[in-house]
């Protein structure tokens, strides 16, 4: 659920703003219609402009002593699209990313002129299975901070290929998947991220905020009331083995959306955009571009 720094393509320049009081990293580039990506996707600048920030708190983004939630990040969002410059632009968000787009989507609808949810949190109830109860297992006090700090020392000593099979048990993804998907410049990212406390305090504080008794019984992130309130175009992109969310929550939401498409990709877990990166771009451009 939880995303790290991207790569920069050649013509995706990678640089830092002010936005407010804090000090974000964004890749941006390219021409033409602009596209923002929220959390852990890598933007394509083909015939668009996009913009693709590190959320609060994740990536190289400063990380503040904050109360971090789904309304904290969709605030930023707001503030980031407002001070680029930009009227509205297409939203595109997975995971966290995508129910954090959902959010600008509905309380900003014209900061959004299309919509673009990849295996997105807020559609329906989590399937927890045994390897994702260490979601959980992190919202426990002192707990949780350890298991960042085992995390963090695990990145260094276990091998490449042990990570990516870990990572492979969570997301669903094949061995052959995490290994395309987590390079050595990936896993090199990733272990700067957790190398600061400051992701750690950040991280917690995320996934405290969304696995509580009273956010899960009150169903405060499930979305799925308001998804007739959509009036732009949506398309829903899942990874088919997705062990979290699984595909009945988007073909319940493509049902609820009149102007919506959905494509499901075969093979696919939970980040379909990194384990089969050409379906997913061309599913993706095709719907921009329409």
């Not at 109860?133 to 995390?151: C, H, K, Q, S, W």
């Not at 969304?210 to 998804?227: C, E, I, K, Q, Y």
């Amino acid at each position: 659920m939880i995303g790290t720094a991207r790569r920069t393509r050649s013509t995706i320049q990678s640089d830092f703003i002010e936005v407010g009081s804090l000090r974000v990293h964004h890749m941006h580039g390219g021409r033409g219609s602009p596209v923002v990506f929220i959390h852990n996707l890598e933007p394509t600048g083909a015939r668009h402009r996009v913009f693709a920030p590190d959320l609060p708190g994740y990536g190289r983004t400063e990380k503040p002593r904050a109360r971090y939630s789904i309304p904290y990040f969709a605030r930023f969002v707001e503030r980031y699209i407002e001070d680029r410059g930009l009227r509205s632009a297409a939203i595109v968000g997975a995971s966290l990313g995508g129910r954090v787009a959902l959010e600008v989507a509905l309380e900003r609808p014209h900061l959004a002129r299309q919509l673009v949810l990849v295996n997105t949190l807020g559609l329906g109830r989590p399937q927890v299975r045994a390897a994702q109860m260490a979601y959980g297992l992190v919202t426990i006090p002192r707990v949780g901070e350890a298991v960042m700090r085992f995390t963090r020392g695990a990145l260094h000593w276990a091998s490449p290929s042990m990570i990516r099979r870990v990572a492979a048990r969570y997301g669903g993804g094949t061995r052959a998947d995490m290994e395309r998907a987590m390079d050595d410049a990936y896993l090199n990212d990733l272990r700067e991220l957790y190398a600061t406390d400051g992701f750690h305090n950040a991280y917690l504080a995320t996934v405290r905020s969304l696995v509580n008794p009273r956010a899960l019984l009150g169903g405060h992130h499930d979305m799925t009331s308001r998804l007739k309130e959509i009036k732009i175009p949506l398309q829903l992109i899942w990874g088919a083995d997705d062990p979290l969310f699984p595909v009945a929550h988007a073909t319940r939401a493509h049902a609820m959306v009149e102007h919506s498409r959905l494509a499901v990709i075969e093979g696919a877990g939970h980040s379909p955009q990194a384990e089969r990166p050409e379906e997913f771009n061309r599913v993706l451009l095709n719907f921009l571009h329409s």
